[in-house]
């Protein structure tokens, strides 16, 4: 079972705005769905490496050179709040 | 069809500007009851269609692609145009580039009527998830089309495009194309790039496409297949044209089935799956009954890395670089008894609360717990670890038969609310697509009839899984199939 003191530290780490409703709501789905996973502490993994490319590539390198991106205005015109070309954010703190 | 249309236009017999008028006039006429499209992009489709009308006009050549009008899953980007993903998150966003599907589509001479609707991120099996409303069934209304790649399937199905380009991270491309009764493609993971595709879960997803015919499937594939510079997941390609392949000749070739997924499977459906196997023997391929010990908890697995990978991915939606910021609203939109954010964090946490949707907080929330510090181990990195040996069930599997046959989906469409209530219902959905997406493997979703359920026809089909790359046997296979149904 999930908490909802723990629902609450989850959303914080993921930076996600929750509704008393939502709090409640997601105790229960989490719990439901991390006891549909459960299944998976019955298989033996011992000595089984973890996938970490389904097809087996491996360390793809290319040479590090800058490259241009044509559109640039296209990015700072979705900028929510623009300055001098800048993104504009509210204070850290 | 593709050929057929591309026969047309050279022979004259319809202008590429008329055929997309024709469809356009289609999605005029349906989409309002449909919902499938959520932006459409006439200007560009027709300026396309000139270009295209021009070079027949002069005599020159053109490709097979070139002149017919397809639509793009709204998870993709075409430049200076809008893409949401189906989320709120994203209703003010304006690609500022082309995907690299995009623009080998372009390059080929496709002609983009819009952009398809979706479960937002990639995530639902119904179509019942974009923030957008849900896209419906062409055949029933009142059932769902399926999803992630609702509006595509249904974009095809009624007519409102000749193809479309889904994506497909546990079943998205395939399932919608058996609900709505097209044909759907995921290839091997790392056959096309991922380059301007909104991510979801990266490690398995690929771009699917869904057409009314196998041989589409093939001819789309041969377009955007390829190794690409900005996704260094892609594979070498060697120029392959996968609709060389469709040579309707399948004798000796083998074909797994497994024997357990028949038995859970409902009458009707059972027998759509043995009537497809017969037509196979039929063809001359050998029926191998095959195991995959650790097939059934693909499932698990899937919903361990598919949050695990969307909590990562999906953090870069937060309201500061594009996108919508909860102060773009006025003062009295926002519920928020604090008010406006006035701080950083509170633009994140506010951002999030309002434009993510349920099913992607859900999401976030089950994977950045799976993540969080003392529960990696057990949940990601076993889930990767039980990966492993279902690609080796999948290897087992391969040195005996070339392809494996298998249902797509439990049931046809279901009604619309079925199972919005517990996720875990909506979740089983997905049990007969998510093995390919886990393997990697390439899999392709094929029409297999009608069977009346509450008095309506309603499509279903079936699954071929191939080997890894090997597309060409995959499509071989179900072209086969679909000429061997025509042919009776």
């Known amino acids: 079972m999930i908490s909802k003191d723990e629902v609450k530290h989850i959303a914080a780490l993921a930076r996600v705005g929750l509704n008393e409703e939502e709090i409640e709501k997601f105790s229960q789905d989490l719990s439901s769905i991390l006891d549909f996973v459960e299944q998976l502490k019955e298989v033996d993994v011992a000595g089984i490496e973890p996938t970490a490319h389904i097809t087996g590539l491996v360390n793809r390198t290319r040479d590090d050179v800058a490259r241009d991106f044509a559109n640039k205005d296209g990015i700072v015109e979705l900028f929510p709040e623009e300055k001098n070309r800048y993104d504009k954010v509210k204070s850290v703190l | 069809m593709i050929r057929e249309l591309h026969e047309k236009l050279l022979a004259r017999k319809i202008t590429a500007v008329e055929l997309t008028e024709q469809y356009f006039a289609v999605i005029e006429k349906k989409d309002k009851g449909l919902n499938a499209y959520l ?175 196998v041989e589409d499937a093939a001819i789309i594939l041969s377009e ?151 529960y990696y181990e057990a949940y990601y990195l076993r889930a990767q670890k039980v990966r492993t040996l279902i690609k080796k069930d999948f290897e087992e599997a391969y040195k005996k038969v070339d392809l494996i046959l298998t249902p797509i989906t439990p049931t046809p469409a279901f009604k619309f609310g079925e199972k919005m209530n517990n996720p875990v219902d909506m979740y089983l959905e997905d049990i007969f697509t998510v093995t390919a997406n886990i393997a990697g493997v390439p899999a392709i979703s094929v029409p297999a009839g009608m069977i009346e359920v509450e008095g309506k026809q309603l499509p279903v089909g079936f699954q071929l899984m191939g080997e890894w790359f090997d597309e060409e046997n995959l499509l071989r296979a179900a072209d086969a199939y679909e000429k061997g149904k025509s042919n009776g």
Request: glycine content about 12%.
């Open chain 2, 39 to 213: 932006t459409l992009t006439k200007e560009l489709a027709l300026e396309q269609a000139e270009k295209v009308d021009e070079k027949i006009a002069k005599g020159e050549e053109i490709g097979l692609l070139e002149g017919i009008p397809g639509g793009i899953k709204d998870l993709i980007l075409l430049e200076g145009v809008r893409a949401t993903g189906g989320s709120k998150i994203l209703d003010n966003y304006i690609a500022p580039n082309d995907a690299t599907v995009v623009k080998n589509l372009k390059q080929a001479g496709a002609i983009f009527l819009g952009k398809t609707n979706c479960d937002e991120f990639a995530m639902g099996s119904s179509g019942e998830k974009s923030a957008y409303g849900p896209t419906k069934n062409p055949h029933d209304t009142a059932r769902v089309p399926g999803g992630t790649s609702s509006g595509s399937a249904a974009a095809v199905a009624a007519d409102m495009a000749v193809w479309a380009l889904g994506t497909d991270t546990g079943g998205s491309t395939r399932q919608p194309a058996a609900f709505c009764g097209t044909v759907g493609l995921k290839p091997t993971y790392g056959r096309v790039s991922r380059y301007g595709v909104m991510a979801a879960a990266s490690s398995l997803e690929q771009v699917g496409v869904l057409s009314k015919t």
């Open chain 2, 224 to 374: 955007i297949s390829g190794q690409d510079r900005m996704d260094a997941t892609t594979a070498q390609s060697f120029g392959k044209r996968y609709e060389d392949y469709l040579t309707g000749e399948i004798k000796g070739m083998k074909i797994g089935i497994v024997k357990e997924y028949l038995d859970n499977l409902g009458d009707q459906m059972k027998k759509t799956i043995e009537d497809v196997i017969a037509k196979f023997k039929k063809l001359g391929a050998e029926i191998q009954e095959i195991e995959l010990p650790h097939a059934r908890y693909s499932l698990p697995v899937f919903y361990i890395i598919n949050p695990c990978e969307i909590s990562s991915n999906l953090a870069r939606y937060d309201g500061i670089k594009y996108g919508m910021r909860v102060d773009d609203k006025k003062e009295t939109d926002v519920t928020d008894p604090d008010g406006l954010p006035k701080t950083l964090l509170e633009t994140y946490l506010d951002t999030r609360k309002y434009e993510l949707g349920t099913e992607a907080k859900r999401r976030i929330m089950l994977g950045t717990y799976a993540l969080s510090s003392g």
